[in-house]
């Protein structure tokens, strides 16, 4: 006996946590775009990750706030940093505005999908035999064999 549900099975779903950083963009409204600028928001201390529930927080932007500057001054404080960085718009307009843009300043993360893993080790694994038949190809020449 299955155990009774609030909601019909087409609405169940686990949906998964996810590590994905969230980038915040801005634009100055009434000026031409020259570059764009990206902030990627840490989170804070005890949050994982942001959803319906526990939804970003207005007061967890004062680093952002702090770091965009002043307008009048043309912004002249912002710099780039380990969470901030900037593309121009003739970037943007070369990769077909997508603003999909990874942080430049991180480390890449190491992908745990099995199909990459797999598809990854069967490339190493390629490699690895084209090495072993060179190798046997050298070893026969020196010792005067024929190639197996």
């Given at each position: 006996?299955?155990?009774?549900?609030?909601?019909?099975?087409?609405?169940?779903?686990?949906?998964?946590?996810?590590?994905?950083?969230?980038n915040i963009l801005f634009f100055t409204k009434g000026t031409p775009t020259k570059n764009v600028w990206?902030?990627?928001?840490?989170?804070?201390?005890?949050?994982?990750?942001?959803n319906k529930t526990?939804?970003?927080?207005?007061?967890?932007?004062?680093v952002e706030q702090a770091w965009w500057g002043d307008e009048t001054d043309g912004f002249r404080d912002r710099k780039e940093t380990e969470q901030a960085w900037k593309i121009s718009a003739?970037?943007?307009?070369?990769?077909?505005?997508?603003?999909?843009?990874?942080?430049?300043?991180q480390v890449e993360a190491i992908?745990?999908?099995?199909?990459?893993?797999?598809?990854?080790?069967?490339?190493?694994?390629?490699?690895?035999?084209?090495?072993?038949?060179?190798?046997k190809g050298i070893l026969a020449d020196a010792l005067g064999g024929t190639r197996a």
């Open positions: 006996m299955q155990p009774p549900h609030d909601r019909p099975p087409a609405q169940r779903r686990v949906r998964p946590h996810t590590s994905i950083k969230t990206f902030y990627e928001h840490p989170y804070p201390d005890g949050v994982t990750s942001y526990k939804p970003m927080q207005l007061n967890e932007f004062a003739a970037e943007v307009a070369a990769r077909g505005y997508n603003l999909d843009c990874k942080n430049p300043h992908s745990h999908d099995p199909d990459e893993l797999l598809a990854a080790y069967a490339a190493q694994q390629s490699d690895l035999q084209s090495i072993r038949d060179q190798l």
